[in-house]
């Protein structure tokens, strides 16, 4: 299974900021809409990352006064992004090796979705679950 089936089943907008917004701005956007993490964007293209980890990041290092810093100045900027016709698999493994729990979606450098671990996760374990039914009446109709 690629990201793009993942992708399939999602309705609405990605939540993202840009470089430019305060942090307070994008910490408004991570408390309301309760994600973890937001695309940095310049038009399409992803130029970032801006997560609960960069909060925390700069209240341990800069004290309150972070809120009134640009995004640019804190987001993580070596974004890690995968393609649609990424496997599953294969993003769940990157992730798990770079330890990192969201990553953008792009194509032709534009940026198509936005995936958490916990996407992955439930399609693992939705598939997992579906083959053990699957053998459970294949076992009960012999």
Do not use: W
Request: proline share 3%.
């Amino acid at each position: 299974m690629t990201i793009q089936v993942i992708l399939q089943g999602r309705e609405g907008p990605i939540f993202s900021c840009t470089a430019d917004q305060t942090v307070a701005d994008a910490v408004a956007i991570l408390a309301e809409k309760r994600i973890g993490a937001l695309p940095v964007l310049d038009g399409d293209q992803v130029v970032g990352i801006f997560s609960e980890r960069d909060v925390l990041h700069c209240i341990q290092n800069v004290g309150p006064a972070f809120m009134e810093k640009r995004v640019a100045e804190v987001m993580t900027a070596d974004v890690i992004s995968v393609e649609l016709q990424k496997s599953a698999i294969g993003a769940l493994s990157l992730m798990t090796k770079r330890r990192i729990r969201h990553l953008p979606v792009v194509e032709n450098d534009r940026l198509v979705g936005f995936i958490s671990i916990g996407d992955l996760v439930k399609y693992r374990i939705d598939k997992i679950e579906g083959e053990a039914a699957a053998m459970r009446d294949y076992i009960q109709s012999a």
